[in-house]
């Protein structure tokens, strides 16, 4: 008699170790984006992908990513009743390239795949309900304007067979930050012997953050640096700073600097005007004009007080206590002179004329 054996059982062997393998993870290439040819996991699982939004969420600012920064990127599907859910995730440029980048946070519920291009569920991390997130770390690349992040999901029903889940697809793009960059100045110009406030424009500034440093730099002699005593920020992207700018200061260009910003040549110290008489709220000389050999100086501190001729030339320096003071100016001949004081309260100036 023939015994007649039924094999069809052996054929449901492939299928289910299949099974079995890609709910310990995505055998790779699967996330529905340019560089994986848009395959995703209807080829192992019957149905027609559905397009989601924002199941791809970061930690990333509105303004964009920086270059050598890290952040958190997540998968969060959603699907009423899903028996499982699995997922990949991949990050490519605008062309389709993989950049990679992803650093795997949670081992339990996700591992890397395809060279570390990729990022996909752990047997452990396919556990079902309505809704699951998955979340790794990721390092912006340095070299890219924009990144875009292509992920595939199964929610799975659980049945254990390749038919009745649901397969969905998202993405996400985000640009890179715009770099800080310094504005504007006002005023752009100021005499030397001058204590102005400056304001200062910048553009994807955090100035309301630390303290930042300001000052300015001779165009042509780097060395020659003038800081600013007094800083204020009044929102991320414009602050104030009063730059005591001394007699001794060389006319011409300078660049405005905030911390590692710089606005080229966009600020000029000029000469003292010959007619203009400066404000000596702390600084008063007299007589004034000159005719003997002393005048009186009154400070409200103690001062460094400098006497420069109208080329900048130091003619007299000497300290001097708060309160009235006489200075000997026989070194002075006949002309108009700059004198110049400097305390823990700033600097002031005021014209001398010598007879």
Request: glycine share 10%; charged share 15%.
């Amino acid at each position: 008699m023939k015994r007649i054996y039924n094999f069809s059982y052996l054929l449901l062997i492939p299928f289910a170790i299949l099974l079995y393998a890609n709910s310990t993870g995505s055998p790779g290439g699967k996330s529905g984006s340019p560089g994986d040819g848009g395959s995703t996991c209807v080829e192992c699982h019957v149905g027609t992908p559905t397009a989601q939004s924002g199941w791809i969420s970061t930690n990333i600012p509105d303004a964009g990513f920086e270059p050598g920064e890290t952040y958190q990127i997540s998968v969060n599907p959603m699907h009423s009743g899903a028996g499982r859910f699995g997922f990949e995730l991949t990050a490519e440029t605008a062309g389709g390239s993989k950049i990679g980048g992803f650093t795997i946070t949670d081992a339990g519920r996700t591992k890397l795949i395809t060279g570390g291009n990729a990022v996909t569920h752990t047997f452990g991390g396919n556990t079902g309900g309505d809704a699951t997130t998955w979340t790794v770390d990721w390092t912006a690349p340095v070299d890219q304007a924009e990144v875009r992040f292509y992920a595939a999901v199964n929610a799975a029903n659980g049945n254990g067979n390749n038919s009745g889940d649901q397969i969905y697809t998202t993405n996400l793009f985000l640009n890179q930050a715009a770099p800080a960059s310094l504005v504007s100045v006002d005023p752009e110009m100021a005499e030397k012997g001058s204590s102005p406030e400056l304001t200062i424009v910048g553009a994807n500034t955090n100035w309301t953050v630390g303290a930042p440093e300001v000052s300015i730099v001779n165009v042509n002699n780097s060395n020659e640096v003038y800081g600013a005593t007094l800083v204020s920020a009044s929102s991320d992207f414009e602050l104030q700073a009063v730059v005591n700018i001394p007699f001794s200061a060389t006319v011409g260009d300078y660049h405005v600097v905030v911390d590692d910003l710089v606005l080229p040549a966009a600020f000029e110290v000029t000469v003292v005007s010959a007619l203009a008489e400066l404000a000596a709220t702390a600084l008063n000389v007299y007589p004034n004009p000159a005719v003997s050999s002393f005048v009186t100086i009154e400070t409200k501190a103690d001062s460094e007080v400098t006497v420069y001729n109208l080329n900048g030339k130091v003619i007299v320096k000497k300290q001097l206590p708060a309160g009235s003071s006489r200075l000997n100016i026989d070194a002075l001949t006949a002309g108009m002179y700059v004198i110049e004081s400097a305390s823990s309260e700033g600097i002031s100036n005021q014209k001398l004329i010598v007879r």
